[in-house]
């Protein structure tokens, strides 16, 4: 039986980079998002191969969790790994965020990141074991100004890596976490905007600022994340466990 794989977020960025890289290695994909336009396209790109299965949903809300995952386990039979992708980030610090905001980037990362777990992982232990991905970030290692809240969530996934790959260890569920730096999505193509609007610069302008900052001389690319996640999703990565893994160009060995 082919092995199946849910993805959060998977519609652009990494997660679609996520979607392309398992169907093109014969996983069968259950993938969820907001974005539906942009998982239509995908659909329409790789449907094709009979191993994709989409559902429209926020990981702020269980219910849209159980749904999706309810659906793709139907169409497929089996789960083997999750990637916890979907998170969001917003420009703020301690002494200028909101209540509202800081509950949108908790409610997202952390609470939608459980809520996906809760979800997934009891599937998988019923599939008799398998592999959690976690999504964090470059900032597990190191802190980002203007990056209160973000860095906060992300913390903590990093946390929630290292105690779940204990306690799921009894049933051969492995959990890790990849780590990247800044990696050249939609999502942060539309940071750079509000960045070159505000200080009065071209997006490109913005880019090569950032790309200066990496010891690779660039920023990633969702394509180069999407292959840890595939290595540490599959069988390849079978004694890798409670681990935390860069995917930053050298950012934090600087």
């Known amino acids: 039986m082919c092995k199946t794989i849910f993805i959060t977020g998977g519609s652009t960025g990494i ?9 093109g290695e014969g996983w069968n994909v259950g993938f969820m998002d907001v974005n539906v336009d942009e998982a239509m396209e995908l659909m329409e790109e790789l449907d094709a191969t009979g191993r994709l299965c989409f559902c429209e949903g926020n990981t702020r809300e ?16 089996n789960l083997d790994s999750v990637f916890a992708n979907a998170g969001i980030h917003r420009r703020n610090t301690l002494l200028d965020i909101s209540d509202e905001e800081l509950d949108l980037v908790i409610d997202t990362n952390i609470y939608g990141t459980v809520n996906t777990l809760r979800e997934t992982v009891p599937y998988i232990k019923e599939n008799g074991g398998g592999s959690v991905v ?21 913390g903590a996934l990093g946390q929630i890596t290292r105690s779940l790959s204990i ?10 976490a990849v780590c990247p730096g800044t990696i ?3 999502l942060v193509d539309r940071i750079f905007e509000k960045f070159a609007a ?21 920023v990633g690319e969702p394509e180069e994340v999407a292959e840890l996640v595939f290595f ?23």
């Open 232 to 254: 540490l999703a599959s069988d390849r990565s079978s004694f890798c466990t409670g681990g935390h893994y860069l995917v930053d160009g050298g950012l934090v060995a600087q």
């Open 167 to 176: 306690d799921l260890a009894p049933y051969g569920i492995r959990v890790n």
């Open 134 to 154: 976690i999504n964090a970030s470059d900032q597990w290692f190191v802190g980002k100004a203007h990056s209160f809240a973000y860095g906060l969530t992300k």
């Open 15 to 23: 997660g679609a980079a996520c979607v392309r890289k398992f169907v």
């Open 62 to 77: 269980r219910d849209e969790i159980h749904e999706a995952v309810e659906k793709t386990v139907h169409r497929f039979g």
């Open 184 to 186: 050249r999505t939609p």
């Open 198 to 218: 505000r200080d009065g610069k071209t997006v490109e302008e913005c880019w090569a600022e950032e790309n200066a900052l990496y010891a690779r001389g660039r």
